[in-house]
């Protein structure tokens, strides 16, 4: 059907009721759109393309002797996306794209892959496949079996600069998950993320190792043990 872009209300709406509005705060909107969706990948490549773990990832596809194009990142970003929407996700964007995320609600994060899932993938990318294994985990080591809000892909486009724009999409949310007593779940692919969500009450659960380079990982989580 036709999708929307829906401006998220801080008093009410569907998104963040019950919430008060908070000063000073950009505006908020969330869609799936084809458009939002092109946005988050396009400012999440850009704003990580440097990151050692997205080159490690993408080395993977196209082999140690190419070099990772920006658009080789685009394109897997996108396709992430694209898996997100389809369990359920939801893309949120603040002060006209100044910062995007996605956010995932209970039931809408990617169940846990299984042995021969995890062996499939290893036979083209092992170390995506160990990444994967270990992140997931972590999370079962952390959580167990409870449901919980993820938060990924979260960036600020790098040509931007917006007071306020990444506290928009992620403290309403954060709240929200303690109004409704379930925890959050990240993944920060570098120490400039694990700091950011730090800021928001994330604690680092875990450390993840991946490749020869043993590119670090911070796994975190918010609200838990829920209040």
């Given amino acids: 059907g ?20 908070l000063p000073s705060m950009p ?19 850009r704003a990580t393309f440097s990151d050692s773990l997205n080159s490690l990832f993408q080395i993977e596809v196209v082999g140690p002797s190419s070099k990772v194009k920006l658009q080789d990142l685009y394109e ?15 893309i949120v964007e603040a ?20 042995a021969e899932e995890l062996e499939e993938i290893a036979l083209k990318r092992p170390i995506y496949s160990g990444f994967i294994r270990d992140i997931e985990a972590a999370r079962t080591m952390c959580l167990g079996e409870q449901k919980c809000w993820q938060l990924s ?26 109004e409704e007593g379930v925890p959050i779940w990240c993944v920060a692919g570098n120490e400039r993320a694990r700091d950011v969500y730090s800021y928001f009450g994330f ?14 990982t911070w796994c975190m989580v918010c609200n838990w043990p829920t209040r």
């Fill in 153 to 178: 892909l979260m960036a600020r486009d790098p040509t931007r600069t917006s007071k306020g724009a990444v506290r928009a999409i992620i403290e309403p949310y954060v709240r929200r998950a303690q």
């Fill in 27 to 45: 505006q908020v909107t969330s869609s799936n759109s084809p458009e939002y969706r092109h946005k988050l990948a396009d400012i999440s490549s």
């Fill in 95 to 114: 002060d006209n794209f100044a910062a995007v995320a996605c956010w995932e609600p209970p039931g809408a994060v990617h169940p846990k892959h299984t």
């Fill in 76 to 90: 897997a970003t996108l396709f992430r996306i694209e898996t997100k929407v389809k369990l359920g996700s939801q």
């Fill in 2 to 21: 036709r999708v929307q872009a829906y401006l998220i209300h801080f008093k009410m709406g569907s998104i963040l009721e019950g919430n008060v509005q």
């Fill in 203 to 216: 604690k680092v659960v875990e450390v993840v190792h991946s490749g020869a380079e043993r590119v670090k």
